[in-house]
């Protein structure tokens, strides 16, 4: 026969485990039982812990929202008419982007001398503002009412086939 040496903490981990597996049957079988203090020892509370029946209907699972409220978003509010501006503006061209902060128009006066603006921009010498710069057209704020200003020339769409036509470079002024 064999010396078997077990030190303490092997023993220590046995009756650990021992102790772990006898709880565990012991609440598989259903050894304890909630008792509550004012009840003599001799009977268990559990009469008293369950809810009596009741029937629970498909009303009362849909008002009690288990999966939060559904959202529903507004409509956008409908696109203003925005009649034609009197201005004695040109709008050359349009430098589309991305984000519509980065996007410039090409606009000249009644100098004729083409400038640059951005969404915000005051155009020089007029009291109109930048409300934004959209395809083949500009909108402006002046006071308080909406205008626009279009593109002489019928905008063009490269990649539904259209060619460029040659136009004459125009330089810019910042």
């Known amino acids: ?3 078997l040496r077990v030190g303490k903490s092997g023993l220590l981990l046995l ?3 021992v102790l ?3 709880i565990y049957h012991a609440a598989e079988r259903g050894y304890f039982y909630l008792i509550k203090p004012d009840q003599p020892p001799g009977t ?3 009469e ?7 029937k629970i209907s498909l009303a009362s699972i849909r008002s009690a929202r288990l999966f939060g409220r559904k959202v529903v978003k507004a409509a956008p509010p409908p696109k203003q008419v925005v009649a034609k501006t009197r201005l004695k503006l040109s709008l050359n061209g349009i430098i589309w982007a991305t984000r519509p902060e980065d996007a410039k128009a090409i606009i000249s006066g009644a100098n004729k001398r083409p400038r640059t603006y951005s969404v915000g921009d005051t155009i020089r010498q007029t009291d109109a503002r930048i409300d934004s710069i959209e395809r083949g057209k500009v909108v402006l704020e002046r006071g308080g009412r909406l205008e626009k200003l279009e593109l002489a020339v019928p905008v063009l769409d490269i990649t539904q086939g259209q060619k460029m036509p040659t136009t004459p470079f125009i330089k810019a002024e910042q």
């Not at 008293?48 to 009741?54: A, E, G, H, I, V």
């Open 15 to 17: 009756a650990f485990v």
């Open 48 to 54: 008293q812990l369950r809810p009596p029946s009741t």
């Open 20 to 22: 772990a597996g006898s």
């Open 44 to 46: 268990s509370g559990m």
């Open 1 to 3: 026969m064999s010396n």
